[in-house]
């Protein structure tokens, strides 16, 4: 029997507007809402992510994470 979805956590999220153009386009390919959409990306997150590409574009993004602020 499939595992019942429930959205049962609700949090504010700031995101980038890249970041936002992004979940927008995804959740609209797949034919979700952007909740839907995040579910599935971190329910699935080990198999949709490359470890070797998440961990150099993580160190890149911190990088340049100062300068973006300002």
Do not use: C, Q, W
């Not at 595992?3 to 927008?24: C, H």
């Amino acid at each position: 029997m499939p595992k019942r979805f429930r959205l049962t956590r609700r949090f504010p999220v700031a995101m980038t507007e890249d970041g936002y153009r992004a979940l927008k386009k995804f959740s609209a390919d797949a034919g979700l809402d952007e909740g839907e959409a995040l579910s599935f990306l971190f329910e699935n997150f080990n198999s949709v992510t490359h470890e070797e590409n998440l961990i150099a574009r993580l160190r890149l993004f911190n990088s340049e994470l100062e300068d973006r602020k300002k």
